[in-house]
């Protein structure tokens, strides 16, 4: 079927069809679901964490008529409102009229990508990031520049200096929990990152899907709430901690670039569906609220140390990591730097599925030798299971062998 | 706000948010939703007229934990094989596999014109067109030509001559119901369409939203289901005939361009909220479906009727219509052809709303003289009241006064 479009009679498609990019991580996650298949590749939130669905007399009616009928594109007011006071926990004062509603938080991404994005815009990104942002951005064009992860963040002077030579349109940065490295930024990296991104007033898209999943207590203020000047998008999710079926995120903007995305949000899917963004704003408000987040994050944390346990034992001599203090994934740093993705194949035929690293770096930055695992799917034996033959798997395939 | 990018220091936006058109339409619906309007503006379903929302123990479990978690980007293949059963009543054959579940239709548009569209490309429709597809191919750059409708649909001949001309990449069809004209292509006219795009190989984007609203017997053959050898894009809605809420809605394409659909599906929001995907699956195969369309199309036959009754004592003297067979819109040719626009300021002033109809218009092919009135919102004495309103400044603005 892919090849249809090299047929002579084949319709002309659009110039962004040429970057769609290779289906490898829809076939990694495909296979992953596959009966009897040990999956770390996917970043699912586990049932066992998920808040169960309430519905109390106190809710609003989510099912009433009035949400079956078409509504705004900005979202529903009381989601809007509600977000704001949730924002305002995390340390970000804005309006409810400077949030958005969004089908999922991917499609902040998408909305990102048309609001900076011609083809050959730079745009600058963390080197490794989150997948699905590079596919993105990519498709519309964007050559898309790799910061390298340092231990506290990314480097200030190192972003100054990207900044002038490249001229970026806007940067994309995942500083809490980050995805795939689980990297956290320290304070004073997030002070000096805004403060760089102030100087220049280079607009800055924060994306935080994880925020929530700390398992160690760090610093998550968003930099977007210590700009003073620079344009910023604000990224938020539920996905990783309510329902992700039904795909509602949202976004926060500064006044420059929130109109604009109202209206790209309009053109894409006129509005997100109402009875989902009805029940997360009744979550927002319920009193179990705070008790999900610790039943959530108390379960996670114990995946995530049965992980490290696990880990020590079969990866201990062939690999080095640093212990997330949060999110979904291990990132692990092979001694040995070999290309993981030619083992990914023999992995699969052994009933395991991972990330290769490769796939989170922006083409002109990839790097071998890491490869992404996750620790919220498998289940305790399948994981000691799992890890045990994908180690066997790396020693067999050492350069030297 | 929206002057912020004139502002020295305002961040380099992409080429294509220089195209993003007036929100002359937003301001209007929310206008029309302000206390006491009388709107004629919007295609807003009657909420008398949508199905109560069912929940049998036969309907698989829309809240089981399942379907809170992540799904796949092509749908749920319950909705998926219902889908293709669906349209195989349609008169139209396809595999489950050739299905997409979409967040509402709309984003079928938003899919097609990342699919085609590049700055300057070609593309036909009709003139007039809905609204929001024209938005969101010009959006990508699209220089769109309008194709004039005749009684039995569009022109063959003159659609072979635009294709010469233009050289066009695709086309976009509203056939059944034409929004806002309420026009239905002629069977003939079908067929005689689907031999030019295959003589051409034109791909075809048929957008069928209305079909269901059917309240005099025609012919609905999709284009689609007549083509040979053309590429296509069938785009169906569940949100003229159910709940627009929960914004649900499918396409089915030609195997040369599905598998570019579904990577632009995944890129754009991973994929459809599921709760509502099991809703539509359930109502699709629910021993109620058919007495709900019969009570739908009923009760909509009502209102239209209700409409041309209203029209004939305020607008008789005024304006030509022809009386739709189906769809939500009359569409009024005034016997003074003036711009509707200012006078849409008046209306508002006396809480009146309606849809000037040189909004439908490609820039290049603006008419003047029409107006689009929605019949399925307001109720039998409103609309008496508000066609009066509207008939008299008419009167008031006629050319020689």
Known sequence: MYLASQTPNAPQLSERISRLTSSLVREILAAAQAPGMISFAGGLPSADAMPVLRDTATSHDWLSPVFQQYGQSEGEPLLRARLADWLAECGMQVSPQQTLVLSGSQQGIDLAAKLFVDPGTPMLCEAPTYLAALQAFQLFGANCIGLPLTDEGIDPAQLAHMIETHKPRAIYLIPTFQNPSGHCYSAANRQAVAEVLDHYGLPLIEDEPYR?????????????????????????????????????????ASPDLFPHLLRLKQAGDLHTNRPGQIRIANWLACKERNNDLLHLRETYRKKRDAMNDALTKTFGEIADWETPAGGLFFWLKLRNAIDTRPLLKIALENNVAFMPGEAFYPA???????????????????????????????EHNKPDN
Request: include cysteine.
């Open 212 to 252: 929530e999943l700390m398992y160690d207590e760090v610093d998550r203020t968003p930099i977007c709430s210590l700009l003073k000047r620079a344009p910023w998008i604000y990224l938020g999710s539920f996905s990783k901690t309510l329902w992700p079926g039904w795909r509602v995120g949202f976004l926060a």
């Open 364 to 394: 002109s930055a990839i790097q071998h030798g890491n490869m992404r695992l996750n620790f919220s799917h498998a289940n305790a034996d399948d994981m000691k299971k799992g890890l045990a033959i994908l180690a066997k798997i790396i």
